[in-house]
């Protein structure tokens, strides 16, 4: 990087580091101190009330022992991974890529319509969401079984998975159909032109053009869905990770056990685990990121 | 190799492009069905005199939202969504910009670690991976059930981005104009003023908008750091609403689940009128 930067606005570096402060204070203070804290309070046995409440004791890695023969814990990382695989690396990638491809070929009116549709549900609070979702579930009179001729199936209570990795697929499709469409823009539109004279089909100009243009946009947009699928707290407001623990996903077992439970110790030293898969993938991400600059 | 193949045989163009026109309408309107289908109820049941969990056409009444307006938490909770979503945008957009600024500007030194450790720091901790050690610190702090604590932890979590994403629009503004406004003799702080922000203004609006959306719609945050009901925010109380046992109220839930999505609504109506929905340069591969 050359750096040519004169200081334009003869800042200073004192008053450039006052400006910059504050940021950096609240950030150090609501970041930087949860996370190590969280080493610490995992390695202890810290409970909400009783004798561990007023005196901590330090237990090394015990938590973490814990945490590895916990049947709970098991179930739960490995509905989290269903939940990111079926959710965000299928789901939300082949719908969001499917939308941003077929919609280059509709008229703008059903275009815009579509993309309104996929954006509330986006951008809607999530606790409303949750119960739309939870009445159009229901069993009573809920509007999925009116489609499906399926009268009285209860499918969060029957389905709990499948239904809020299908939830997730509606909720979070818009960001890779807003990425992939901004890719596809930038695929050059002779290319495709002249393919499709070779006499192409849509799957040969999809493999042949199209992947290598929007290859890094494929990469970013998986490693960003992942992320933040794999942080989404919302299967707690469809099922609270019910039925006997069935949809209880690695966020929704925290709360269950360190905020409800009270178990703050073992529930931190889960969120530890939390904070290392989130930093494998956000150093990718940032990795990909330099390297584009 | 096999496409040109193909071309060889002469496939019938015509015929294939109206399969493909078919199956690209056929594909439409399964994405509206599938993406509209949920939000139906949104739609009717407020206005429903008898509102179920079921869609159908209502017996038009605007009853519900007179028992919305009699209820104590509804409007509170409203009031509260406010003060949160707004107090965060504030802090978020106008500490951001200062560091922005300054980072764009000024060669501090690991400048560019700074940047990148921050966005990384970030994504790392979020809320729920965080959540107990938060609860922890604003419990130490003595700021549970304390909204100001809210909005401190709110405007943590959403600083780095901001910054990353407006140092981008700080470097992209010309030096040029600070430096003749220097030349008349305005003082730093006036350039920051009266020169950069007015050009980096769709940066600052964009910042702002994604941090009303996201405190607008938090739940976790609230839910766990709040107690009392008449501090809670609209995302909770929404909870609260249908979760508590017993019979849920639908007549009060829908009219304010309505309530509550409408301004996410119209600022979308207006961001995408002004703007449009895209990525431009924002997210590049």
Do not use: C
Not at chain 1, 89 to 109: E, Y
Not at chain 2, 206 to 216: C, G, K
């Amino acid at each position: 990087m050359t750096v040519t930067s004169v200081d334009a606005a003869g800042l200073g570096r004192r008053r450039a580091v006052g400006l910059v402060a504050p940021a950096l204070i609240l950030v150090t203070a609501f970041l930087v101190v949860p996370a190590v804290w969280t080493v610490y309070l995992g390695m202890t046995d810290y409970r909400l009330t009783g004798i561990q409440a007023a005196n901590p004791q330090f237990v090394g890695l015990e938590n973490f022992r814990a945490a590895i023969v916990d049947p709970d814990f098991r179930n739960s990382l490995w509905l989290t991974l269903l939940f990111v695989l079926g959710s965000a690396i299928i789901g939300q990638t082949v719908a969001g890529f499917a939308l941003a491809w077929t919609l280059r070929s509709v008229p703008r009116l059903v275009r815009g319509g579509v993309e309104a549709l996929v954006l509330l549900a986006w951008i809607l609070p999530s606790s409303i969401v949750a119960f739309l979702w939870v009445a159009y579930l229901s069993g009573d009179g809920g509007t999925l079984n009116a489609v499906l001729q399926t009268t009285g199936t209860e499918w969060l209570l029957e389905h709990p998975m499948a239904s809020i990795i299908v939830f997730n697929t509606w909720r979070g499709t818009a960001f890779s159909m807003l990425l992939f469409s901004a890719a596809l823009g930038a695929v050059p539109p002779s290319q495709l032109e002249s393919a499709r004279l070779a006499g192409a089909g849509t799957f040969a100009q999809l493999r042949d053009v199209v992947l290598p243009h929007i290859r890094g946009h494929v990469l970013t947009n998986t490693l960003l869905i992942s992320l933040w699928t794999f942080n989404d707290f919302s299967p707690y407001l469809l099922t609270a990770g019910g039925p006997n623990h069935a949809s209880e996903t690695l966020p929704v077992f925290i709360y269950n056990k360190a905020l409800y439970g009270g178990q703050l110790g073992y529930g931190s030293a889960i969120s530890f685990i939390m904070l290392l898969i989130n930093l494998i993938i956000a150093l990718f991400y940032v990795r990909l990121l330099r390297e584009r600059r | 190799m096999s496409a040109r193949m193909r071309a060889s045989v002469k496939t019938p163009i015509r015929a294939r492009s109206v399969v493909g026109r078919l199956a690209i309408v056929a594909f439409v309107a399964a994405a509206v069905a599938f993406w509209a289908l949920p939000m139906l109820w949104l739609v009717t049941a407020p206005f429903d005199a008898h509102p179920g969990l079921d869609v159908s056409w209502p017996d038009w009444t605007l009853d519900n939202f007179r028992k919305l307006s009699e209820n104590p938490y509804a409007f509170s909770s409203l009031k509260n969504s406010v003060y949160l979503a707004v107090g965060t945008m504030v802090g978020v957009t106008a500490m951001a910009a200062l560091a922005a600024y300054s980072l764009s500007r000024v060669r501090i030194p690991g400048r560019n670690t700074i940047l990148y450790g921050l966005l990384l720091l970030s994504s790392i901790v979020t809320g729920t991976a965080a959540m107990v050690p938060i609860f922890q610190l604003m419990f130490a702090l003595n700021l549970i059930d304390d909204r100001s604590g809210v909005i401190l932890v709110l405007t943590g979590g959403l600083l780095p981005a901001a910054i990353f994403i407006l140092k981008d629009f700080m470097d992209a503004t010309p030096k040029s104009y600070e430096e003749s406004a220097r030349v008349f003799g305005a003082t730093p702080l006036q350039v920051l003023r009266h020169v950069v922000l007015p050009i980096v203004r769709p940066g600052l609006a964009t910042i702002a908008v994604w941090a009303l959306v996201n405190v607008w719609s938090d739940f976790l945050t609230s839910y766990i750091l709040l107690r009392d009901p008449t501090k809670l925010p609209a995302g909770v109380v929404m909870y609260t609403f249908y979760s508590e046992g017993g019979q849920a109220n639908l007549p009060l839930i829908s009219a304010f689940s309505l309530v509550y999505a409408l301004p996410v609504v119209a600022l979308y109506l207006f961001v995408n009128r002004r703007y449009g929905f895209r990525f431009h340069g924002g997210i590049k591969s």
